[in-house]
Every structure is written in C-alpha cells, then in structure tokens.
C-alpha cells in the first residue's frame, strides 16, 4: 500500500492566519491526491480533488497543489468554522489510502 | 438532494453476525459506486472496499478482504456493509461514501452517510 504521510499532525493558528499542511506519498502518484475536512462527529467532507481543483461549494479560501510525491493544502485566512481534522487520500494505486490526519485548532 | 442514510448504531458481542445498510437517494443509485471506509476510536480513516451497484461487482482492500462482505440490492437502492463472525477490534465507525464520479480508476467521494457506529464487546 502506498504511504501517506502528513505534517504536522496537529496544528493552532490564529483566525485570519494562512495555514499550511503538507502531505507526503511514500511514491510517485502525480495528482491523484485528495483532501477532506472532517469535524468532530461528523463525516468527511471533500474540499480538494485530483491535488488542485475545488470541489463544489467549496470556499475560494481553501487550495491545494502539488504532484508526484509532495503536496500542500492551504488555508488562506482561517475561519472559526475551519476547525477540524483534513485528511489527505491518494488513488493512484488500490487500496486507496489516507494520511494520518491533521488536527486544526484555533489559537 | 443526493443523501446516503445509514442504519443505526449496534451493540454487538464477539462471534455475532451484523449487516449494516446505506441507502442512497436523490440521484440514480445505480450510476455512482459506493465505498466503505471504518473510522476506529480516536483514528484515522481506511478504505474497505467499494461495490458497483449496478452489478454488485465489488473490489476489498487486502486488510478487509475475506473478513467483511459488501453487497448492494439496487431494487432498493441500499448499499451493506456484513460480517459473519464480529471481533472486539471491528468496534468502529462505518462509513458509506459516493464516488464522486462514474469514472471507474477515480477513488474520491462526494456524499457520504452520517455514519454507523458498531461496538463489538462481550
């Protein structure tokens, strides 16, 4: 299985601050890559698809890059609604798998 | 609107049988796959397997494969998550997910249920 690992795993910012995550495939997936916010007792939701590209209804505020084994995801301007755990999922290879996890509190 | 609802928590024993459900609606059930991922206490999230309702065909990943069986009836639009013999260790959250797309190599997921919660104790 390929490995994804993200950095941190937890996090606290600021509202207002740009936040960072960074997510690491243990090989080359080029932008198969996903990401997705989940909050405490609720299920995942997807901001992120194919690295890059915004979901439907997604806020402008939330992006993604990268490709091949090194990807960001970022906040611009944190909100008090941001708070939750974002995960990031690779499907280059079966069985898709996620990142550990990275927990986002507010400051 | 495109809904998955979920069947309702089980307190389960080791050694029992469960089946859990997931039944889709606001779209055509039969033209998006549906995944099954576990969230253990406290843990991340891992993918099961997915199932093609249209034809029940159905792809496990390795760590689940032999121990969970996924099946759909598209007469009812329900997607199911079953096991014969439950362990203390399958004690988890369950969720159902749509593929976001009807492209058969994309693995990400647009809707998902609110989740089952399954506590396996003696």
């Known amino acids: 299985d390929i490995q994804m690992t993200q950095s941190p795993s937890s996090l606290s910012a600021s509202v207002g601050d740009r936040v960072t995550i960074t997510c690491q495939a243990s090989?080359?997936?080029?932008?198969?890559l996903n990401w997705y916010q989940q909050k405490p007792g609720k299920a995942p939701k997807l901001l992120i698809y194919d690295a890059s590209n915004l979901e439907t209804g997604v806020p402008s505020r939330f992006s993604g890059s990268g490709s091949g084994t090194d990807f960001t995801f970022t906040i611009s301007s944190l909100q008090p609604e941001d708070i939750a755990t974002y995960y990031c999922?690779?499907?280059?290879?079966?069985?898709?798998?996620f990142g550990q996890g990275t927990k986002l509190e507010i400051k | 609107e495109v809904q998955l609802v979920q069947s309702g928590a089980e307190v389960k024993k080791p050694g029992e049988s469960l089946r859990i459900s997931c039944k889709g609606s606001?779209?055509?059930?039969?033209?998006?796959?549906i995944s099954w991922v576990r969230q253990m206490p406290g843990k991340g999230l891992e993918w099961m397997g997915r199932i093609d309702p249209s034809d029940s065909y159905t792809n496990y990943s390795p760590s689940f494969q032999g121990h969970v069986t996924i099946s759909a009836d598209k007469s009812i639009s329900t997607a199911y998550l079953q096991w014969s013999s439950l362990k203390a260790s399958d004690t988890a959250m369950y969720y159902c997910?749509?593929?976001?797309?009807?492209?058969?190599?994309?693995?990400?997921?647009?809707?998902w249920g609110q989740g089952t919660l399954v506590t396996v104790s003696s």
């Open positions: 997910a749509r593929h976001r797309t009807t492209v058969t190599t994309e693995y990400y997921f647009d809707y």
């Open positions: 606001g779209y055509s059930f039969t033209s998006y796959w």
């Open positions: 090989q080359d997936i080029s932008n198969y």
């Open positions: 999922q690779q499907y280059d290879n079966l069985p898709p798998t």
